[in-house]
């Protein structure tokens, strides 16, 4: 079985996540992937053989028409309405380059790439079909490496604060921290 195979796998055995992916493509956002944690963690959980829970659930999109925080702030509502006890965070990575001091991004994908973990530059969607796509930016390989590795694209600096407020180290004990 392919390592996508098996995130596939990690993903559907989970009515949590299946339920949020469901509720999110009823938006009909452009571009659109739950990412970071809600696919990191779960296979960090699988590599390390540990049940943890799901502490934010980040909606990633890209929409260059409407760039506002208010728009994302109204889709969060709207994912809150549908089921107030997940915790949402929705964010369009059309505006994120500006906060990140980046060139702009092209799409959900170009953005991820400049994220500060390379385990944490994945997501998933559902595709017409009602499967699971999984979309990342690095081998995939290294999702069940029991690594967290830094993306050159962001300083150490960056990486070394996330890795201290996460606590990922605490949480995932055999985790490697990988500079």
Known sequence: MS???????????????????SVVEKLNLPD?????????NLIWDDCFSKQTQVNDIDVI???REDMSEARDELLEEQLKAICPEFPWSVKNQARMHIKNGDDPYQDTLDAMRYWPEKQTSIGVKLDAGGNVDVKHCFDIDIQFSGQIN????????IFERRVSAKRWVDI????????
């Open 61 to 63: 999109y890209f929409c």
């Open 172 to 179: 995932w004990p055999d985790l490697i921290i990988t500079i």
């Open 32 to 40: 659109w992937l739950i990412a970071a944690g809600f696919v990191r």
């Open 150 to 157: 830094r993306n050159p694209a962001r300083s150490k600096e």
């Open 3 to 21: 390592q996508q195979q098996r995130i596939v796998n990690l993903i559907e055995n989970d009515q949590f996540r299946m339920r949020a992916l």
